[in-house]
């Protein structure tokens, strides 16, 4: 075998042995979901919210809310500081609360298959 068929092969390998890792950092719990959406003010938190939530929020639909969700976001500052307070999570929903730089925010979840999102806010 060639060395760039090798190297080739060896990437591939690498490749697939990640996809099945599932590393696409997702958080496996509602407090780890509630806190990493809170955290951030990168684009990707969307990711974080159920479609239906990014929709009400932005008044669009599809991926044209997804962008604007992504584009709105950018605009708030990150926290310096974010702790989970308490947390009340069941089957199939949660409420977390959180401090956001010693600000309150409770955050309703739901799960959506395998991963939690946030539904909406309570105050």
């Known amino acids: 075998m060639r060395p760039a068929s090798r190297a080739l092969g060896l990437l591939v390998l690498l490749a697939g042995a990640l996809a099945a890792c599932g590393s ?17 003010s990168a684009g990707s938190k969307c990711r974080f919210l159920t479609q ?3 929709e ?8 044209d809310a997804r962008r604007t969700c992504e584009h709105n976001v950018a605009r708030v500052a990150a ?7 308490e947390a009340e999570v069941d089957e ?9 730089d010693g600000a309150e925010a409770k ?4 799960r959506e298959g ?3 999102r946030i539904a909406g806010f309570a105050e």
């Open 79 to 85: 926290p310096k500081r974010v702790t989970v307070r």
């Open 56 to 63: 009400a929020l932005t008044a669009r639909q599809g991926a």
């Open 52 to 54: 239906r939530l990014i």
């Open 114 to 116: 395998d991963r939690w």
């Open 92 to 100: 199939h929903e949660a409420e977390v609360e959180v401090l956001r």
């Open 24 to 40: 696409d950092d997702y958080p496996d719990k509602p407090q780890q979901v509630a806190k990493a959406y809170v955290a951030t």
């Open 107 to 110: 955050l309703n979840l739901v």
